[in-house]
Structure formats: C-alpha cells, structure tokens
C-alpha cells in the first residue's frame, strides 16, 4: 500500500486542521486504498518547528520552507502558512513537480496571482484549494439539484458568510486584519463565499462592491497596550451578475454580533429554489414550485432533506444520519484531493480555479474603491 510522504508549510490553526484530517482518514474511509504520513513541518520559529515535529512525530521540523518544497521524499506539499507567505513556496514546490494542497486564498494579491498563472504552465502535478463548504453532502446535493434543472432558470440568490470576531474594538490585530498579510475579510471569509456561488451557479462577471473596517485601531497581537492602525476591512457586501445574467447578493462579515461560522446560501430558480445554512449543515432545504398546489396548498412546500454525512462509498466510520460538523468537511475536502492524487486525476477545486477567485477578491476591492461595477475580467 502506498504511503505519501506530507509536508506541512505552518501549523497554526489551520495546519492543525490538516493534520487531523490526515491523521483520520482511515477510520473515516473503508477500505482507504493508500496511506498518508506527515514527514516535515515547517513554522516561523526553531522553537515552534520542533514542537510541531514531536506533536506530529515527524521527521524534521524546520523554518525553511525549501526543507519541504524541495526535498525529493515529499510528495505533497501543505500550504497552511498566512497568506502573504504562500507565493514563494508555492513557486517552490511548482517548480519540483509537487502535489500541492493549498489553503485559501492562493496568494496576498493579484500581482502575486500572475506569478502562479505563469508557473502553472508545464506543471503536471495535481492541485486542489480548500475551499471545503463544498464538500458537505448538502452542498455536493445542492450541486447534483441545480445541475440536473430541477430548479430551472436561476433568477436570483443571495450568499452570506458571518463572524463576529471583529465586533468588539479590543480585538487584536492578528495577521488575518493586516493588509500587508493578505488579511482582510474579503480573502479570509469572502473567498469561500465567491467560491461557493461559482461552484454552485456559474462564473461571477460583475461586481458591485462597499466595504468598510469597523475601528480605526485595535490593540496590537501580543502587546494590549499598544493600539494599531487597521488597515483591512471588516465587512464586504457586494452585489454581483453572474455570466448567466442573474443578479445577487454576497456578504462577508466579522461584525455580525451573534454569529460564529455561518455560511448560508438561498438560490431562487423559475422552478424550484433551495437553501443552505452551515450552522445546521445536516439538511439542505428544497422547494418544488411545480409540486400540486390545488387544494389547500396541496403539496408544495419547503421540503428538509437529511444529508447528514451521506457521503458516497468507502466513506465509513459514521451512519449517514449522523449530524455532520464543519471539521468533517474538511475532512471529505482532503480526501477527495488524496483519492484524486492517488488515481493521478484532476481535483477540484484546483490552483487555476483558486486565481479565479482571487480576481474575483480583486474585482471587489476595485469596485469598493470606484464606487461603480467592475468587470471580473
């Protein structure tokens, strides 16, 4: 049975994420035809590098990147670092031929995106992004829905993606409200919103945009004392036309008092419509515009589906009617990257789709600055 040998490029919180998922792939998928070990960690400092590496048992934990991205035992490289950081080593491990499993978004800007568009010519290895709110079975089953014309025409839809992690002003200035990090809601919680509306309805083409940061300054990371400017937003709301003329609504947020990770999604099409919320990820909500209505509303009516973690053979472990979570999408993300990686196929969503979201990012910031729309050329 094959094993691949993992590199994981930070182990902040989203590269514990990976690990988990990697470590719990044989008792969520039955049989899991190959295996995985995660070989070489890379984070900022000595000190954090080689407490990853005992945690992980690892072989080498390390702050140089290249340790990982070029060193010819690893097979797939973990992009999990903040996301001004990721451009280089993403270059890196291009150039070697690696398997490449990237957070999102893919880069810190635009500018940074046409390095990757151009090392993507030539490469042949496979690449997936982890945009994973697509990989809950409501999500995969409001995909298979919309693709099969149950809904018809889309008409119209709107997205949101709220937090409440920026509401208070004595909330740090982490990486992810920095700018010069790549920061911003817009590529922290925006990107996965734009994602899903692509996946699920078709290209973006126009945007309208506002955003706004809520304070001034925030206490800076480490040290309450000292206050610092903020200089990424807060809030996006965008409306947006997408290739197939629809029009539509997406919001991100981490000023939305109340909310913790909601994602939510309502599509309205001629003949049907159908709604997602992430906080209770379990059902997808379906209506049948053409169902009877003849006799006292007949028998047209919003229908809840239980998709729970009815997830496709050889997933395993868990009953479909098992009420699902968020860290199981991520796990369903990983493993459909590593059965792709496994048969040498295409995933999805891979690098090329993750540059289109990131004009899409772009596209927003340039129609906040102008005021007007803005072409997702």
Excluded at 90 to 96: G, R
């Amino acid at each position: 049975m094959k094993t691949y040998q993992i590199g994981l490029l930070g182990f902040g919180f989203i590269g514990k994420v990976h690990a988990y998922c990697h470590h719990n792939l044989p008792y969520f998928y039955d049989p899991l035809p190959f295996r995985t070990r995660i070989a070489r960690v890379c984070t900022g400092r000595p000190e954090t590098a080689e407490t990853a590496r005992q945690f992980l048992g690892a072989d080498l934990g390390t702050t140089d990147y290249r340790d990982i991205t070029e060193n010819p035992d690893i097979d797939i490289v973990h992009i999990c670092s903040p996301n001004h950081q990721h451009r280089d080593a993403l270059l890196s491990a291009l150039a070697a031929g690696k398997d490449i499993y990237c957070d999102k978004p893919v880069v810190a800007s635009l500018a940074e995106a046409a390095d990757i568009e151009a090392a993507l010519h030539g490469y042949n290895g496979i690449s997936q992004v982890t945009f994973q709110l697509r990989f809950f079975p409501a999500a995969l089953h409001a995909r298979e829905l919309i693709q099969s014309g149950r809904l018809g025409r889309i008409l119209q839809f709107r997205a949101a993606f709220l937090h409440a992690g920026s509401a208070s002003p004595e909330a740090p200035l982490k990486w992810k409200l920095s700018a010069a990090a790549g920061g911003g809601v817009v590529a922290d919680l925006g990107s996965h919103a734009l994602d899903m509306v692509h996946n699920l309805l078709g290209d973006v083409s126009q945007i309208q945009a506002a955003t706004a940061i809520a304070y001034p300054d925030r206490p800076a990371a480490g040290n309450p004392g000292q206050r610092v400017p903020v200089d990424a937003e807060d809030l996006m709301l965008v409306n947006a036309r997408l290739a197939s003329g629809a029009l539509g609504t997406i919001e991100a947020t981490k000023l939305a008092t109340g909310s913790e990770d909601e994602f939510r999604i309502e599509i309205h099409g001629a003949k049907g419509a159908l709604r997602f919320n992430s906080m209770q990820a379990h059902w997808l909500d379906y209506y049948d515009g053409t169902a009877d209505d003849a006799s006292y509303g007949g028998v047209r009516g919003w229908t809840r589906i239980d998709c729970g973690q009815r997830y496709p053979a050889p997933a395993a472990l868990l009953p479909g009617k098992a009420s699902i979570g968020w860290i199981r999408s991520h796990v369903h993300c990983l493993y459909s990257f590593m059965d792709a990686v496994h048969h040498r196929r295409p995933a999805q969503p891979d690098l090329a789709h993750g540059l289109r979201v990131q004009t899409l990012m772009d596209a927003v910031h340039r129609a906040a600055r102008s005021g007007g729309w803005a072409d997702c050329e």
